[in-house]
């Protein structure tokens, strides 16, 4: 599923050059394909993409009803059955049912978070280096170049400013509004994320917002999944990837910790350290995610992800419900970590993000030098190469070997993975459901190694070749 995550592999700096023709986007298609998606479709992902559609949201609902029900005991709901205690309908029958409650609350947050999309942003004329407002991203395999209106760190404060304002003097509505309406808003996300996966797959075949940069397969479940357009528009500025991939879902993410939190105290008249642990290190993920939100225009997620049911309901569903069980598993299980444990995770989790964000900013540096700069106080190493983008453009493209580049080919992935890892141990070693989090994105994160290096060998040829064998290791150095 999807998602979300902060990372980007391209090392390179490009410039447009004299073209080759046409003839290489056929090239491209007999290779597999140099941009997202697949053009034709194997049994294999045929199956994958199928059983995704089916076990995933099954997946979301026995997540929440182990938690709900089984104290987040992910074994609970099958020991169950398998004694003979419940049968599968006894289970299916402590899902909550659909409310009017949880469809008002559902519907004001994404009405809520589309208005604020289409507010100018503001925050880029008052904070220093904060790159917001109009941006532009990436040229497209068809060679579009679209504008784009950066201000998600703009409707997250303002998001998180109405919460606090309501929860200490307003009064509006419960702090814990998310948590006592946590599964009817199950409903709520999934018929959402259903209803703009269809509509999003029906778009892209009546009214495409750039339909030379559409891809099909011919297999209309993976081209549901995995989507037909690659930047989806209604009108000037309402891009669905950019919205549905930080707004709704990453804006509401530190809110429903901050409920889960007020729920927590609610209960037992106090919140203990492991929450606070967590809404620390997931709100140091979020901000760092707005704040850099015109970078992330040029990662993978944009820039070669179709918009399909992947990131529509992966973004509705998925990114809220899965990305938030440390929280959620505190509300049942009040975990208080001894001092040590605790300063063993933060650092833990401060240190992947230093990585992560080191890592990151050389690739940046190189780039926007064009090579010409520094790495680790040398001037940086690099491969140069060629390839041709499907619009029949020939580019050049610098791959960086030096600084964190030389020591592996993903060190941000890896920098991601130690967070991933620090929201988990949050949580102490009671139960396995926590933890899903960090298998989840070693999964997704060691699957996209694999992908965009398969991308990268179609797209560079021989001088991937040449990279490879200076930088032997994907994630970790000696290892792997």
Not at 81 to 93: E, H, L, N, Q, R
Not at 264 to 286: A, D, F, R
């Given at each position: 599923m999807?998602v979300?995550?902060r990372?980007q592999?391209?090392?390179?700096?490009?410039?447009?050059?004299e073209?080759?023709g046409?003839q290489?986007m056929?090239e491209n298609?007999?290779?597999g394909?140099?941009?997202?998606?697949a053009?034709e479709v194997d049994l294999f992902?045929?199956?994958?993409?199928?059983?995704?559609l089916?076990f995933?949201?099954v997946?979301?609902?026995?997540?929440?009803?182990?938690?709900d029900k089984y104290?987040?005991?992910?074994?609970?709901?099958?020991?169950?059955v398998?004694?003979?205690?419940?049968t599968p309908?006894d289970?299916w029958?402590?899902v909550?049912?659909m409310t009017?409650?949880?469809?008002k609350?559902?519907l004001?947050w994404?009405s809520?978070?589309a208005?604020?999309y289409?507010?100018p942003d503001?925050?880029?004329?008052?904070i220093?280096n904060y790159?917001?407002?109009i941006?532009?991203g990436s040229?497209?395999?068809?060679?579009n170049?679209?504008?784009y209106?950066?201000n998600?760190l703009?409707a997250?404060?303002i998001?998180?400013i109405v919460?606090?304002?309501n929860?200490?003097?307003?009064?509006?509505?419960?702090?814990t509004?998310?948590?006592?309406?946590?599964?009817g808003?199950l409903?709520?996300?999934?018929?959402?994320?259903?209803f703009?996966?269809v509509?999003?797959y029906?778009?892209a075949k009546f009214?495409?917002t750039?339909?030379?940069?559409?891809k099909r397969?011919?297999?209309i479940?993976y081209d549901?999944?995995?989507?037909?357009e690659l930047?989806?528009r209604?009108g000037?500025w309402f891009?669905?990837k950019l919205f549905f991939?930080?707004?709704?879902?990453?804006?509401?993410w530190t809110l429903?910790?901050?409920?889960f939190?007020?729920?927590?105290?609610?209960?037992?008249g106090?919140v203990?350290n492991s929450?606070?642990?967590?809404?620390i290190?997931?709100?140091?993920?979020v901000?760092?995610?707005?704040?850099?939100?015109?970078?992330?225009?040029?990662?993978?997620d944009?820039?070669?992800?179709h918009?399909?049911?992947?990131?529509g309901?992966g973004?509705?569903?998925?990114l809220?419900y899965l990305y938030t069980?440390?929280?959620?598993?505190l509300v049942?299980?009040?975990?208080?970590?001894?001092?040590?444990?605790?300063?063993?995770v933060l650092t833990l989790g401060l240190?992947g993000?230093?990585?992560?964000?080191?890592?990151?900013h050389?690739k940046?540096w190189?780039r926007s030098h064009?090579g010409?700069?520094?790495?680790?106080?040398?001037?940086?190493?690099?491969i140069q190469?060629?390839?041709v983008s499907?619009?029949g453009?020939?580019?050049?493209?610098?791959?960086?070997?030096s600084?964190?580049?030389g020591?592996?080919r993903?060190m941000n992935?890896?920098g991601?993975?130690m967070g991933?890892?620090s929201y988990c141990l949050?949580?102490?070693?009671?139960?396995?459901?926590p933890?899903?989090y960090i298998i989840?994105m070693?999964i997704?994160?060691v699957h996209?190694?694999?992908?965009?290096?398969?991308?990268?060998?179609?797209?560079?040829?021989?001088?991937w070749?040449?990279?490879?064998?200076?930088?032997p290791?994907?994630?970790?150095?000696?290892?792997?």
């Amino acid at each position: 599923m999807p998602v979300h995550t902060r990372s980007q592999k391209s090392t390179k700096s490009e410039s447009r050059v004299e073209g080759k023709g046409k003839q290489n986007m056929e090239e491209n298609k007999r290779k597999g394909g140099e941009w997202g998606r697949a053009w034709e479709v194997d049994l294999f992902s045929y199956i994958g993409v199928c059983g995704l559609l089916m076990f995933a949201p099954v997946l979301v609902v026995y997540f929440f009803v182990s938690c709900d029900k089984y104290q987040c005991a992910l074994s609970g709901p099958l020991l169950d059955v398998f004694s003979g205690k419940a049968t599968p309908y006894d289970i299916w029958m402590k899902v909550p049912y659909m409310t009017s409650q949880a469809w008002k609350v559902g519907l004001v947050w994404i009405s809520f978070q589309a208005l604020l999309y289409n507010v100018p942003d503001v925050l880029h004329y008052i904070i220093p280096n904060y790159k917001g407002g109009i941006r532009l991203g990436s040229v497209t395999p068809a060679g579009n170049q679209m504008w784009y209106q950066v201000n998600g760190l703009q409707a997250w404060t303002i998001s998180h400013i109405v919460w606090f304002a309501n929860a200490f003097y307003f009064n509006w509505f419960s702090p814990t509004v998310i948590f006592d309406n946590w599964g009817g808003l199950l409903w709520v996300a999934n018929i959402t994320g259903n209803f703009v996966s269809v509509f999003a797959y029906i778009k892209a075949k009546f009214f495409p917002t750039n339909a030379e940069d559409c891809k099909r397969s011919g297999n209309i479940f993976y081209d549901f999944m995995m989507g037909v357009e690659l930047n989806p528009r209604i009108g000037k500025w309402f891009d669905f990837k950019l919205f549905f991939n930080g707004r709704p879902g990453i804006v509401a993410w530190t809110l429903i910790n901050l409920s889960f939190a007020w729920k927590q105290y609610e209960l037992y008249g106090h919140v203990t350290n492991s929450m606070i642990l967590v809404n620390i290190l997931h709100c140091m993920y979020v901000v760092d995610y707005f704040w850099n939100e015109s970078w992330y225009l040029h990662t993978i997620d944009i820039c070669h992800d179709h918009f399909g049911w992947y990131l529509g309901w992966g973004d509705c569903v998925w990114l809220p419900y899965l990305y938030t069980l440390q929280g959620l598993y505190l509300v049942y299980n009040p975990i208080v970590l001894p001092p040590v444990h605790c300063a063993v995770v933060l650092t833990l989790g401060l240190l992947g993000y230093y990585i992560f964000r080191a890592v990151n900013h050389q690739k940046d540096w190189f780039r926007s030098h064009d090579g010409d700069c520094l790495i680790w106080g040398k001037k940086p190493e690099y491969i140069q190469c060629s390839y041709v983008s499907s619009d029949g453009t020939e580019r050049q493209s610098k791959l960086l070997v030096s600084g964190w580049w030389g020591v592996s080919r993903h060190m941000n992935y890896t920098g991601d993975l130690m967070g991933s890892l620090s929201y988990c141990l949050c949580t102490g070693f009671g139960h396995l459901l926590p933890y899903f989090y960090i298998i989840y994105m070693t999964i997704l994160l060691v699957h996209r190694c694999i992908r965009d290096e398969h991308r990268c060998r179609c797209k560079y040829g021989k001088d991937w070749n040449r990279y490879t064998a200076r930088v032997p290791y994907r994630l970790l150095p000696g290892i792997f």
